[in-house]
Structures are given as structure tokens and as C-alpha cells.
């Protein structure tokens, strides 16, 4: 018999007709992601989890050639409506992948707060973020890692999503997943390295920090260098001695020394102490202890308790060369 007109759009095509390769309306409204036509359907009831040969209604908006906008929103829609985030076509893509290899972040975001598998991976491997990496969605990227996605997953053929960057000619790509990619540890160490600095660095005394004056170290420097008059200037501006020692001309002009013979003595006295920078990430050794939160805390508070023994012999020391930074300076001549 014929269909009741609650279950015909307004120009009396069955909501459940067949169109090429067995396509509804729905299917055909979702993949050129026109809202008003997909709410309309749905709301005389076509079934928002339709699927052909495996390919749902979700996956052929979050592929639609339209504006991010209308996709968004139409999205949202087959989601409220109970559309499932994380079935699989046949080449085992969730809707999530198909929208990061199409390159839409407000897609990718919405889909992974309902519940999408941020990590899951295809028939050949490929994540979400490989899928975006390999077709070189900047911004996809940047929104997937923010919302935690593995950069260390690898295809079939063991490739990372930087290393298909890479092979893809999308440089700035390669060299942002290679820079936050973790080749040590991973991202579960890192992330527990993390935690334990920040207990420690809320866990330690106030008073350990503050039980001797930043600027010792600086008023020897000048005094041995004749250059006392300069000390209220440096602590004014919180200037520590390992700022001072890796400062060239104009920067000393910038913090207000201006007497050219200051500026000489100073980077006389820089030349010849040659300070290099160290990076906390140059500290291979330490960077590669795999220990859990709670032993790598230990570890930081042991280390802290022992450098803690230095600051009596090193306060002494810097008296001692306070009173006699002439002397020591002159010998050294």
C-alpha cells in the first residue's frame, strides 16, 4: 500500500526511497551536509544510523563538500539523534577519520567529545592524525594532539603520521609531530616525569628557596671586577649572574649600562669565563630514567636534599670572596 504522508518529505518522496547504489534522502541530504533537509527527514523519521554496505549517514557528512559550518551542524544533529561515533566502514575508518582526512578540526573535536576513539586505527593503520598528516591538515593536527591522539602510532607498513608527513612533502607538519614526538620514553613517561616536578615544586619548603641572597653570587663578580656601583642597577632589575654572563653589548646598554668602560670590563670578563648555556634536555641520563610518579618525586627530593648540603660551604665561600673579591681579582692578574 502507499505511505502515509507523515512518512514523505514535503515534495511526497519517501523518506525510505532508494536512489543510486541504494542511497535515502537522508544519505543524500547528510553528504552535502544540508541541515534543513537532514532535520526534516529525521524528524519524520528516517533512521539516523542508515547504513550502506557499511558506510553510515554520520560518515558521508563528516566527507560532505560544504562548508565546515553546515557540516558542523549537521553532525551534531545525526549525533543528538543517536548516530554511532564509532562504526566502521569497510576499510575500518570511524567517522572521525573520515573527517580528519578531509580536514575539518570543529568535525574532528565534536566527534571525539561524543565519545569517538581518537586512537583507533584502519585496515592499513592509519589514525586519525596519520590520515590528517599524510594530507596535510595543519590545523586537524593541532586540534587532535590537544585532545590527546598518540603520535607514535604506526601504519602497517610502520610508518609514523610524521614520517607520511615527511613522504608527503608537508615539511612544517613533519617537523611539528617530530618535535613533539617522544622518541625516549613515550608519552606516558613524559607525562609522569611531569607530574612528579610539579610535586616537587609544590611540595618544597618556601623557605628552602629563599635561605640565601640570589645576588651574592653577582656582588663577587663585581667587586672582583671594581663594579660596585652597578649592583643596585642589576638587582633592580632582578638581573641573576647567569643572565649577566651570557649578555653582549647592547643588552648591557638595554638594562642602563651605558659607561663604556663598565661595558668593556664586563665583556672582557664574559669572554673569558666563555658560560655556555645547558639545556635540561641535553641531560640524556636523566632524561632517560624510566621510574613511576612516585619514585621519580623521591628522586627529585634526594637530589634536592644533597644540593641543600652545598648552600652553608657555598654561603661561606661567597662571604669569604665578598671581603676579599680585590685580593682575588688582583692575583689573578
Excluded at 672582583?224 to 649577566?244: M, N, P, S
Amino acid at each position: 500500500g502507499k505511505l502515509t504522508s507523515s512518512r514523505k518529505g514535503s515534495c511526497g518522496i519517501s523518506i525510505e526511497s532508494s536512489f543510486q547504489f541504494g542511497w535515502t534522502p537522508l544519505m543524500c541530504a547528510a553528504s552535502v551536509a544540508d541541515f534543513a533537509i537532514v532535520r526534516l527527514l529525521l524528524d519524520r523519521g528516517a533512521n539516523a544510523c542508515f547504513e550502506i554496505d557499511k558506510y553510515t549517514v554520520l560518515m558521508a557528512a563528516c566527507t560532505a563538500h560544504a562548508s565546515e559550518e553546515n557540516i558542523l551542524k549537521t553532525v551534531e544533529l545525526l549525533l543528538s539523534r543517536n548516530a554511532d561515533p564509532n562504526l566502521t566502514c569497510r576499510r575500518q575508518m570511524t567517522p572521525l577519520m573520515h573527517a580528519a582526512r578531509k580536514g575539518y578540526p570543529q568535525v574532528v573535536a565534536l566527534l571525539v567529545a561524543h565519545g569517538s576513539h581518537i586512537n583507533a586505527q584502519d585496515e592499513n593503520g592509519y589514525s586519525a592524525l596519520i590520515w590528517a598528516a599524510q594530507h596535510g591538515h595543519k590545523s586537524v593536527i593541532f586540534k587532535l594532539l590537544e585532545l590527546g591522539a598518540d603520535k607514535n602510532l604506526q601504519t602497517k607498513d610502520e610508518k609514523t603520521a610524521a614520517e607520511l608527513a615527511k613522504i608527503n612533502k608537508h615539511s612544517e607538519i613533519y617537523s611539528l609531530l617530530s618535535l613533539a614526538a617522544n622518541h625516549l620514553q613515550g608519552r606516558y613517561h613524559e607525562t609522569i616525569k611531569e607530574e612528579g616536578i610539579y610535586k616537587f615544586l609544590t611540595t618544597v619548603p618556601e623557605h628552602r628557596v629563599g635561605s640565601y641572597s640570589t645576588f651574592d653570587d653577582v656582588e663577587v663578580f663585581l667587586h672582583g671586577l671594581g663594579l660596585e656601583h652597578i649592583i643596585g642597577l642589576l638587582k633592580e632589575r632582578d638581573i641573576t649572574l647567569r643572565q649577566l654572563l651570557i649578555m653582549q653589548k647592547d643588552e648591557l646598554i638595554q638594562i642602563g649600562i651605558t659607561n663604556p668602560g663598565d661595558q668593556q670590563k664586563l665583556l672582557d670578563a664574559i669572554n673569558e669565563l666563555q658560560v655556555e648555556e645547558i639545556r635540561i634536555g641535553d641531560l640524556s641520563e636523566v632524561m632517560k630514567l624510566e621510574l613511576s610518579g612516585d619514585e621519580f618525586l623521591k628522586f627529585l627530593q634526594k637530589l634536592n636534599k644533597e644540593c641543600s648540603k652545598l648552600t652553608v660551604p657555598v654561603q661561606t665561600m661567597n662571604k669569604h670572596f665578598l671581603k676579599n673579591s680585590h685580593k682575588v681579582f688582583n692575583q689573578r692578574k
